[in-house]
């Protein structure tokens, strides 16, 4: 019998990039308006898609993991000094980015 893989779900030609973001913020729904006040400039810097979680036991410590066109891309938009500033009135408190290749995914 043939050996069954996880399916790769991309679409793309090449594999997007993905960042995965830890972070506090003050006040997460400060911080959300913020957020979302931001998609169109995320998408047009390069960010496909993107989920929100949260840590069960503490309200404001957020991950925020995306995937993006490129790691560049990503890097660019995530050092620039437009999006430090933002972070900074959004309350996001000492981020952390992790930035990741995708080897595997899959739907189980």
Do not use: C
């Amino acid at each position: 019998m043939p050996s069954q893989q996880a399916a790769t779900t991309s679409s793309h030609s090449h594999p997007l990039a993905h960042v995965l973001i830890i972070h506090e913020v003050a006040d997460y729904p400060a911080w959300k308006r913020v957020f979302d006040a931001a998609a169109e400039m995320r998408k047009t810097a390069g960010e496909h898609s993107y989920q929100v979680l949260r840590d069960q036991d503490d309200a404001n410590m957020i991950v925020h993991f995306s995937a993006w066109s490129s790691h560049d891309d990503a890097m660019r938009f995530f050092q620039s000094p437009e999006l430090v500033e933002i972070r900074r009135k959004a309350g996001v408190k000492a981020p952390q980015f992790i930035y990741l290749h995708e080897l595997e995914s899959g739907i189980l």
